[in-house]
């Protein structure tokens, strides 16, 4: 019973992060997108597809990119 209560919230934990980080990509402007020299369509498509993977490489590759021409 723990052990499933455990896996429950782990995956509570990965959707959600998950979820983050593509409201992120998509609440960002498109000009800001273009200044950082990345795609917006390439990297929702990297979240949706990717999962978990796809939103931990956006948070390392893209994100900081973003951030730095914000």
């Given at each position: 019973?723990f ?11 990965f ?16 000009d ?39």
């Open positions: 019973m052990r499933l209560v455990g896996f429950g919230g782990f995956a509570l934990l959707f959600l992060f998950w979820a983050w980080a593509l409201i992120d990509a998509v609440k960002r402007p498109t800001q997108w273009e200044r950082a020299h990345q795609s917006e369509i390439v990297w929702i498509l990297v979240i949706l597809l990717g999962s978990v993977l796809g939103a931990t490489a956006y948070l390392f590759i893209a994100r900081p990119q973003l951030e730095l021409v914000r």
